[in-house]
C-alpha cells in the first residue's frame, strides 16, 4: 500500500530540512571566525597585529548579528548546539566573557556529551583563572571521547597544581608531558598541539633536570609547530621558542625570537621584558669579561699570581672519573689562552673567581673566571642548588669544558666574550675539592599560554 504525505508533514518537513540547513550555516559561520582569528596573518603583514583584536571583533559582530537573526528558527531543535555555537562564538577573543560562559554552561547541560562544548567552556573559565573548573570541563570532554584539545588543556593545567615536594612535582612534570605527546599522535599535523608538547618538554628542564637534550626536545617540538600556519603566528611559540634558545645559549636567536612575539601580540609585556633583561645580562657579562669582573689591578695581580696547579685538586693526577662512575677520562692541563671553541677533550683548565654575574632568572649561575694569564672568561653553571655558588677569591677547575664564542650586534649594542658551560657543578672542583651532591638541584619557571 503506498501512503503520500499530506500538506502538513510536508511543511513539517520543509521546515526540519530549514532549520538543518539554517545550523550548518550558522557553525559554518563560527568556524570561518576562527579560522579569521587563527590564520589573520596568512595574507597580511604582521605590522596589523595592532588591529587584530579590532578586526575580529567586527567579524565577531557580524557573527553574532547572524546568530541572532536565526536563534528563534534553530533553537526549538537544536538548543544545545545553537548554545555552544553562540558560547564559542563569544570566546573567540583573548579575554573572559561571562556571556560565553553562560550560554556554553547551558549547552553542556542540555547534551552532557557535546565534547566541543566542554572544551570551549573550560578555555572560558581559565581565562577567568578558574583552573579547577576549566579541568572539570576537559575532563568531562575526554570523558565522552578522546580528543586532542582536552589532552593538550589538560597537560597544562597539570603543571599549574600546587606540589608538596619533589616527588609530586616529578609526576606532574610527567603526567603533563604524556597528555602532550597523546595530543600530538591523535593529530600530528595540528600546530598548537606541538606548542603544547614543547611547553611541557621546558617545564621539565625546570622542573626536573636542566638536561641540554630536554632543550633540543624543546626546539624540535617548536619548529614543527612553525610548520602549521595558523601556530606559526602564534606568540606563545616565539616566547617560548626564544626562552629554550636563551637556555641553549643562542642569545641572538632568542632575542629574535622574543622580538617576533612582541610583534604579533604588541601588548604583550613578557616578551619585551625577558629582551631587556638578556640584554641587560650580556652587557654585564661582556663588560666583566673585557675588564676581568673590574677588579683593581693591584688586587687582580694578586689573583692570578696565587693559581697553583696545586688548586687542579684530584684533578691534579691526570684523569678524572665520569658522575656515572663507568668512565675514566685523562685529563691534561691548559691555560684559557688555549682552548679552542665547543667541547675540549681530555682538556682540563683553572681559574679564580673575579666576579658573579647577576641573572634576573637565577638560573644559569653566571661567573667570570681568570687564568694565570690574565686572560677572562664567563662561565655559566647549570643545576646549581640556592646559595652554592663560588665567591670572589675562589679557584676553580672545569674538566673538558665546552666553549662558545659569542660575538653579534643586536641593535646599537654588540656583545662579545668567550663562555664555559658547565651542565652540572658536580665537575668543578673549587679550592681543591670536588663539589658534592648537596650542590645540585633544579628550579621551576612559568610557561606562558596567552588565549589569542
Given at each position: 500500500m503506498c501512503t503520500s504525505l499530506d500538506e502538513n508533514d510536508?511543511?513539517?518537513?520543509?521546515?526540519?530540512v530549514n532549520v538543518d540547513d539554517t545550523l550548518k550555516m550558522l557553525n559554518d559561520k563560527v568556524e570561518a571566525l576562527y579560522r579569521f582569528r587563527d590564520h589573520y596573518f596568512e595574507n597580511r603583514s604582521i605590522d596589523e597585529?595592532?588591529?587584530?583584536?579590532?578586526?575580529?571583533?567586527?567579524?565577531?559582530?557580524?557573527?553574532?548579528?547572524?546568530?541572532?537573526?536565526?536563534?528563534?528558527?534553530?533553537?526549538?531543535?537544536?538548543?544545545?548546539?545553537?548554545?555552544?555555537?553562540?558560547?564559542?562564538?563569544?570566546?573567540?577573543?583573548?579575554?573572559y566573557s561571562k556571556e560565553a560562559e553562560d550560554f556554553l554552561s547551558k549547552a553542556v547541560k542540555l547534551d552532557p556529551k557535546l565534547v566541543e562544548a566542554w572544551n570551549e567552556l573550560g578555555e572560558c573559565y581559565w581565562k577567568n583563572d578558574n583552573i579547577k573548573e576549566a579541568e572539570n570541563c576537559f575532563n568531562g570532554a575526554l570523558n565522552n571521547g578522546k580528543n586532542k584539545v582536552s589532552l593538550r588543556n589538560l597537560s597544562m593545567t597539570s603543571r599549574q597544581k600546587s606540589v608538596a615536594n619533589a616527588e609530586e612535582k616529578r609526576k606532574i612534570v610527567e603526567y603533563g608531558l604524556s597528555l602532550a605527546k597523546e595530543a600530538v599522535q591523535l593529530d600530528p599535523n595540528d600546530g598548537l598541539s606541538w606548542i603544547i608538547l614543547g611547553n611541557a618538554h621546558l617545564s621539565s628542564f625546570f622542573g626536573l633536570s636542566q638536561s641540554p637534550k630536554t632543550l633540543k626536545l624543546c626546539l624540535n617540538a617548536y619548529i614543527h609547530a612553525e610548520k602549521d600556519i595558523a601556530a606559526k603566528s602564534n606568540p606563545d611559540l616565539h616566547y617560548n621558542k626564544a626562552i629554550t634558545l636563551k637556555y641553549q645559549e643562542e642569545?641572538?636567536?632568542?632575542?629574535?625570537?622574543?622580538?617576533?612575539?612582541?610583534?604579533?601580540?604588541?601588548?604583550?609585556?613578557?616578551?619585551?621584558?625577558?629582551?631587556?633583561?638578556?640584554?641587560?645580562?650580556?652587557?654585564?657579562?661582556?663588560?666583566?669579561?673585557?675588564?676581568?669582573?673590574r677588579m683593581k689591578a693591584k688586587r687582580l695581580q694578586q689573583i692570578t699570581q696565587?693559581?697553583?696547579?696545586?688548586?687542579?685538586?684530584?684533578?691534579?693526577?691526570?684523569?678524572?672519573?665520569?658522575?656515572?662512575?663507568?668512565?675514566?677520562?685523562?685529563?691534561?692541563?691548559?691555560?684559557?689562552?688555549?682552548?679552542?671553541e665547543g667541547l675540549n677533550e681530555e682538556k682540563v683548565i683553572l681559574g679564580k673567581v673575579v666576579c658573579s654575574v647577576y641573572n634576573e632568572d637565577g638560573v644559569p649561575f653566571t661567573f667570570c673566571l681568570v687564568s694565570k694569564l690574565g686572560t677572562c672568561l664567563a662561565v655559566?653553571?647549570?643545576?646549581?642548588?640556592?646559595?652554592?655558588?663560588?665567591?670572589?677569591g675562589d679557584s676553580v677547575a672545569i674538566p673538558e669544558p665546552y666553549v662558545t664564542d659569542v660575538d653579534f650586534k643586536?641593535?646599537?649594542?654588540?656583545f662579545k666574550f668567550r663562555l664555559i658551560r658547565v651542565e652540572t657543578p658536580r665537575v668543578m672542583v673549587v679550592n681543591g675539592k670536588k663539589l658534592g651532591k648537596d650542590t645540585q638541584a633544579c628550579v621551576q619557571m612559568s610557561i606562558f599560554k596567552k588565549f589569542t
Open positions: 510536508m511543511a513539517s518537513l520543509r521546515i526540519h597585529a595592532k588591529h587584530k583584536n579590532q578586526a575580529v571583533q567586527k567579524v565577531l559582530d557580524d557573527t553574532l548579528a547572524l546568530l541572532n537573526e536565526h536563534q528563534d528558527l534553530v533553537v526549538k531543535a537544536h538548543r544545545a548546539t545553537f548554545y555552544y555555537l553562540k558560547g564559542k562564538a563569544l570566546n573567540v577573543l583573548p579575554h642569545f641572538e636567536m632568542a632575542l629574535n625570537s622574543f622580538n617576533i612575539a612582541s610583534s604579533y601580540e604588541p601588548g604583550w609585556d613578557p616578551p619585551k621584558v625577558q629582551t631587556t633583561q638578556l640584554e641587560k645580562y650580556l652587557e654585564q657579562v661582556t663588560d666583566f669579561v673585557n675588564n676581568s669582573g696565587s693559581i697553583d696547579a696545586k688548586q687542579l685538586g684530584p684533578y691534579g693526577g691526570g684523569s678524572y672519573t665520569s658522575l656515572s662512575g663507568r668512565t675514566t677520562v685523562k685529563l691534561e692541563h691548559i691555560e684559557f689562552e688555549d682552548l679552542q655559566t653553571v647549570f643545576n646549581l642548588a640556592e646559595s652554592r655558588g663560588v665567591i670572589i643586536y641593535g646599537n649594542k654588540r
